[in-house]
């Protein structure tokens, strides 16, 4: 099955190549490069807890005891149990070995993007970028996504727990400080228009 997998990203890889080629290496802002995988990294795990049954529920104990002296148990919903989120974070920086830098056509904006899209086909985004020449076949990419999981994994449990609003910003922006509103607010705009431009070309 992984096998099968690797060879439909090589397949897309160089289908890619035949249509739009590749832009030369180019000098990358790895600030921005880590903001945007703190930003990628938040989206594969929310997409990997969306994909859990809400009815699912493990039970979890305290050293509380009831009037009996029996410890005191209850349910949560998977989703939000501190041990599934750790197994996720274990494993989610591989998903970034399916991930390449590019840059957007429209405005040369920097971003990086999944080469499969969720059902299992090319991600449409990819027609509207350049990808970036890599020397290192992306595996920064993964580095970066194994240091930002290490270093602040207490944080993302303790967000993704509460179900905090925006996870995406409060990691990323607030604790990690690897964004800036500005990095937020433009890759959004730049989405916009791109979505924008991809309307009018439609009509």
């Known amino acids: 099955m992984l096998i099968k997998y690797d060879m439909k990203i090589l ?7 035949l249509t739009n080629g590749f832009v030369k290496t180019a000098e990358i802002d790895n600030k921005l490069l880590k903001c945007l995988v703190c930003r990628s990294t938040v989206k594969e795990i929310e997409e990997e807890l969306a994909k859990i049954d809400p009815s699912r529920e493990i039970e979890i104990g305290n050293y509380r005891l009831d009037a009996q002296g029996n410890a005191i148990h209850k349910k949560i919903p ?15 920086c591989e998903k970034m070995s399916d991930y390449v830098r590019a840059t957007y056509k429209s405005n040369g904006q920097l971003t990086i993007l999944n080469l499969m899209s969720p059902s299992g086909s090319m991600n449409p985004e990819m027609s ?26 207490d944080s993302m449990i303790s967000l993704f727990i509460r179900k905090e609003n925006d996870i995406e910003e409060q990691l990323c922006t607030n604790v990690s400080k690897l964004c800036n509103s500005t990095d937020l607010n433009e890759d959004d705009e730049d989405n916009e228009e791109n979505d924008i431009n991809e309307e009018h070309y439609e009509l």
């Open 78 to 92: 998977l989703a939000q149990s501190e041990v599934h989120i750790s197994d996720i974070l274990d494993n989610i």
């Open 11 to 17: 397949i897309v890889t160089f289908s890619l190549f």
């Open 128 to 153: 509207k970028v350049d990808i970036i020449q890599d020397g290192d076949l992306n595996k920064s990419l993964k580095y970066y996504c194994e240091g930002i999981v290490e270093e602040f994994e």
